[in-house]
């Protein structure tokens, strides 16, 4: 604990801003409803502004701007920008320096700006009331190629006016339309800033706490469906620690990830390209290797166990070669697809070899998932 005499000093805007605003919207929000009634379209408004917030955030700062997982045309880059303005979380190249460096050196408390070992809190606002690490705050270094985007560049400088005329602009324009004002700056305004603060401040704190990891077990990031429902698709946490590059978080077609399907919407408009996928053997392998680790731990500690670790170790052998194997045809299928040779007769006895290998890696998997279940509590 460190003596409150030797604490950094306190943002006192901050502590304003994230206090009178939870606040103002856990008080006035009820004593509106109980006066007035909700207007639908109020309610809808709010909605569409909270997720522009949010996907700015994640589409925008998140996998365009901090990861560069794909590249998007200077109308979307455009629209990101305002709505990391309207989403009041400091400029792109602020939010994505501190973003490099949580990602560079998660969970070191003394360089990730919010560790997660340094608790719930802080990580999810604390680290953003007081002046911890103040000597990198205006170091951008890290992100000399987010300095040549003029439109970044552009939103950093004029970052403060632009927060104002969106965050008040926005809710005067939409109350002036409704004819309803004080309930557009209720809930257009502070409602949906509170609710676009702690959605996004989760991704810091909860997806390092609550989930699985599945991919990795080096870091605190772990991956839950639920939170991905209140974050935009970034609670599979732990699959984007390792894979920071992918432009997706969610990989399977049931997982919520409404930010990858914007991204993938836009670039069947032009809007996006160069979206960055991570190798489907790699991502494989990554699993089934931390399957074997964390397994392999638990047979070292059971008695008379040298007959299981060797199977363990035989069956996780096989399947690794055998996901090399498959993903070495499946290549060579794909390109024949693309060329359409893949039904051409000279090509038929490669397509009895892919259907062999294919059928021999889905009994592997099996075998390994049945090997799991007879150690699964």
């Known amino acids: 604990m460190i003596p409150q005499q030797q604490k950094p000093p306190i943002i006192w805007l901050n502590v304003a801003l994230f206090t009178l605003t939870f606040l103002i919207a856990i008080i006035g929000v009820p004593l509106y409803l109980y006066f007035y009634n909700l207007d639908l379209t109020l309610v ?57 460096i949580h990602h560079r050196y998660v969970d070191n408390n003394n360089k990730d700006p919010y560790s997660a070992k340094k608790g719930f809190f802080y990580s999810h606002i604390g680290w953003m009331l007081r002046q911890y690490q103040a000597s990198r705050y205006h170091d951008y270094s890290n992100c000399i190629d987010l300095q040549q985007d003029p439109i970044v560049v552009w939103q950093h400088k004029y970052y403060l006016l632009l927060a104002a005329i969106m965050n008040i602009g ?20 502070v409602l949906r800033l509170v609710l676009s603060h702690h959605t996004t401040f989760f991704i810091n704190s909860l997806a390092h706490k609550w989930g699985s990891q599945p991919y990795t ?23 984007h620690h390792i894979f920071e590059n992918d432009y997706r978080n969610g990989i399977c077609w049931w997982q919520f990830d409404p930010t ?8 069947w408009l032009g809007w996006t390209t160069n979206l960055k996928v991570t190798p489907a ?4 392998k ?22 299981r670790l060797q199977q363990l170790q035989f069956e996780y052998e096989s399947l690794m070669s055998k996901i090399s194997d498959y993903y070495q045809v499946n290549k060579r299928l794909i390109d024949l697809k693309q060329k359409k040779l893949a039904n051409n007769y000279e090509n038929f006895e490669f397509m009895q070899q892919y259907e062999l290998i294919r059928q021999k890696l889905n009994q592997q998997r099996r075998e390994w998932k049945y090997l799991l279940q007879q150690y699964t509590v």
Not at 170 to 189: D, E, H, I, K, S
Not at 260 to 267: E, G, R, Y
Not at 281 to 284: A, G, L, S
Request: proline share 1%; net charge positive; aromatic share 12%.
């Open 44 to 100: 809808v408004m709010t909605i569409v502004a909270f997720c522009c917030c949010g996907m700015s955030i994640t589409a925008g700062y998140h996998r365009l701007w901090a990861h560069q997982s794909y590249q998007a045309n200077r109308f979307l880059r455009m629209m990101f920008a305002l709505g990391g303005a309207f989403a009041l979380q400091n400029s792109i190249l602020h939010w994505c320096a501190d973003h490099r």
């Open 281 to 284: 053997d790699r991502i494989e």
């Open 217 to 239: 077990d080096r870091n605190s990031a772990r991956d839950n469906g639920i939170i991905a429902w209140l974050t935009f698709g970034e609670g599979y946490h732990n699959y």
């Open 260 to 267: 990858k399907w914007l991204i993938k919407s836009c670039s």
């Open 170 to 189: 926005v809710p005067v324009v939409v109350g002036l339309l409704l004819g309803n004002l004080w309930g557009a700056l209720l809930f257009v305004g």
């Open 286 to 307: 990554t699993r089934t290797k931390m399957e074997f680790m964390r397994l392999q731990n638990k047979l070292k500690s059971l008695p008379n166990n040298s007959a």
